[in-house]
Each structure stands twice: as C-alpha cells, then as structure tokens.
C-alpha cells in the first residue's frame, strides 16, 4: 500500500455551540489556516494527513444537531448561561457530566473521525464555543480507542493553562503556541525518536502530575 509505514494524523477543526437567534445570527466559517500549515508541515515530512472541518458539517442549521445543542444559552449541556463571560461556564471539564442528549451525536462526529485509521489525533480549537464539546467528544474518543489526542489552538493558546489537570482526563497532549515544530517533534516521540521532554511548547501528565516544556516560537519560514 502506498501509505504503509507512514504515521497517519487526522487534524480537526471541531463545531461550535454559539448564541443562536434566527434574527441575527451570521453563520461565519473562517479559513482554517492554522492546521493548513500543521498539514502542509507535516506532508513535507512525509505523513499521511487529513482535514476535517465540522464546523461546516455540523452547525446550527443542521438538522442532525440535537435540539439542545439549538438552543438559546440560557441553561445547557455546557453549564453555560447567557452573556456569561466567566471560566466558570465550562462545565464539564470539571463535572465530566454532560446531557444524555449530546451523546448520540459525539458518536456520530466519532463515526465520521474513524480514529481507528490513524496514529494521532488532533483538534485546533479556534475559540471558546468549540471546547467543552471538543472535550466531551475526546473523552469518548479515549474511552474507545487507545490513539493519542493532541489539542491546540488560539483558544488553547490563551485560556489552555486554567483547565490543568482536568484536561488530561480527555486529552493525552497540549500544544501552546507555534504548532508546526512542536506536533513533528512529538510524533518523533511517538515514533520512540525523541524523549519527551525534548518537545517544545508541549504540555502533558505523567505519574498524576503536569509538566509544561519550555515555549519556543519560530518564524514563519521554518514552520
């Protein structure tokens, strides 16, 4: 086959659970740049990538959305309340309980992922409406699989440090920051090239405690 032997990843751009109002919503899908360049990376070195972006698949005007997913944030799976801009809204990465709802449809996002056919998998999460669904979809994909999970992205990037330790309880990775260098240095590791203290800008759990690597940042060339 002409992909045997090459490391496989499957990079996700997750949905998002956004205030709806059928008045004024504006249904926006930006490019998602940043796993273009994690993907383009990743090919050079000769990896086997793909892209999915549900946020196009899955969104408010999807008729497979469950209904509570469609409504108003007044009270929600998400422990969410509406105009509350408190950390405290993400719920379920502190209770790991969310609306028996919900699950039918994480596992048809995990159907769609077919996590089985790769060897990492990971998620850009662009902002705050991706990430307790982000989470509660990679809990189930751990309780399935025993494939790695590595998350990233702006929102990572800015708010990822308030959700340790709670985070590893669905994640096995944490990349802050630059993510081109950082997610070939830690498939090297995963391959058994590296140690993984060697992994820039990674975070991670081990023996029940956090340990966060030094932060490099790279311009833009040599990503």
Do not use: W
């Not at 990465?93 to 992922?113: A, H, T």
């Amino acid at each position: 086959m002409e992909d045997a032997g090459r490391f496989k990843v499957k990079l996700i751009v997750p949905p998002g659970v956004d205030h709806y109002n059928p008045a004024t919503y504006v249904h926006e899908i930006s490019l998602p740049y940043g796993i273009g360049v994690l993907a383009a990376s990743l090919r050079q070195r000769n990896c086997h990538v793909e892209l999915e972006d549900f946020r196009i698949r899955y969104n408010v005007f999807h008729e497979s959305l469950p209904n509570i997913l469609k409504q108003e944030f007044k009270t929600s799976a998400f422990g969410k309340r509406k105009n509350s801009r408190s950390l405290k809204k993400f719920g379920f990465i502190r209770s790991q309980e969310m609306d028996p709802d919900i699950i039918p449809f994480l596992y048809r996002m995990l159907d769609f992922i077919g996590a089985e056919h790769y060897d990492l998998i990971g998620f850009s999460i662009l902002s705050s409406v991706q990430f307790d669904l982000t989470m509660m979809l990679c809990q189930r994909l751990k309780q399935q699989t025993d494939k790695k999970v590595v998350v990233g992205g702006p929102f990572i990037n800015a708010y990822g440090k308030f959700f340790y330790p709670g985070i590893f309880n669905c994640v096995d990775y944490v990349i802050t920051g630059d993510g081109a260098i950082p997610l070939q240095a830690l498939i090297d590791h995963l391959r058994g090239k590296n140690n993984i203290t060697q992994i820039p800008n990674l975070t991670y759990r081990k023996d029940e405690k956090v340990f966060s690597n030094p932060i490099e940042k790279y311009p833009l060339e040599d990503m």
